[in-house]
């Protein structure tokens, strides 16, 4: 496809004799969010790492396009919290930034007022939209979001699943965010994938909802958010996953 970015093709990896995931099959786009939800232990992070191509598949094949830039926003991340750390240094840890993409980078995830404070100071949702914003500098095209939320109280949540929509409108990139927590991920996704040591189901949020497999894992009570935060929609859930634009007016 075209616009495809990365592609697991039956994918599995396998350690001490025992499938940690297998037969994973994906497909990111550019200006798609793909989210993989799976309670813990069901392979989301070692899948993620696939499609970063930081970890060979032990049987299938990952494809990812040439010359793309990835972004990865980590589940968890150490930092001595007793250096005088300010948002401004941590934009610059391991990658340097010309101000002006610090600072756009800070303004699309709405922090840009906090460029000097001390990150110790940082409620858990700023230092979240921190972690996206030193990710989108770079300008990627492909960004992994491993758990984004987490730590975040519920309109918090709401909140950074809006920057993610806009990150992927603004940067024309793919998304695949990983989570254990549906809420309003549902339905701020275009296709959603199952896992639980394999894809149990996948396809877009509403009809997801309905399969046989997610109910056994998630129960069937679906958050009621899920239609209060419908993304408005300028296109078509396809089969594949991919989305279509071209039957919808600009």
Avoid at 77 to 88: H, T
Wanted: glycine content about 6%; overall charge neutral; aromatic content about 6%.
């Amino acid at each position: 496809m075209q616009n495809s970015l990365i592609k697991l093709n039956n994918c599995g990896v396998k350690r001490n004799n025992k499938w940690l995931v297998r037969g994973v099959s994906l497909n990111v786009n550019k200006v798609q969010i793909v989210t993989l939800i799976g309670p813990n232990g069901s392979g989301k992070s070692t899948t993620a790492k696939m499609a970063l191509g930081i970890l060979k598949p032990d049987e299938g094949s990952n494809t990812i396009s040439q010359n793309i830039k990835i972004s990865y926003v980590p589940q968890k991340i150490s930092i001595d919290w007793s250096l005088p750390l300010r948002v401004i240094d941590f934009m610059n840890i391991t990658e340097k930034f010309a101000k002006n993409e610090i600072e756009e980078a800070l303004s699309m995830t709405g922090i840009k007022k906090l460029i000097f404070r001390d990150v110790k100071n940082l409620s858990g949702g700023e230092f979240q939209r921190l972690l996206m914003a030193r990710a989108i500098a770079k300008n990627p095209d492909f960004l992994v979001l491993d758990e984004p939320v987490q730590g975040v109280d519920y309109p918090g949540e709401i909140a950074l699943y809006k920057i993610i929509q806009e990150i992927v409108k603004n940067l024309n990139c793919g998304i695949l965010l990983i989570s254990h927590n549906l809420h309003v991920v549902m339905s701020q996704t275009d296709h959603v994938i199952c896992l639980n040591g394999h894809v149990c189901c996948s396809g877009a949020p509403k009809s997801i909802v309905k399969e046989p497999e997610y109910i056994k894992l998630f129960g069937d009570n679906m958050d009621p958010t899920l239609a209060l935060y419908q993304h408005e929609h300028d296109h078509q859930h396809l089969p594949d996953g991919s989305v279509d634009h071209s039957h919808f007016p600009k």
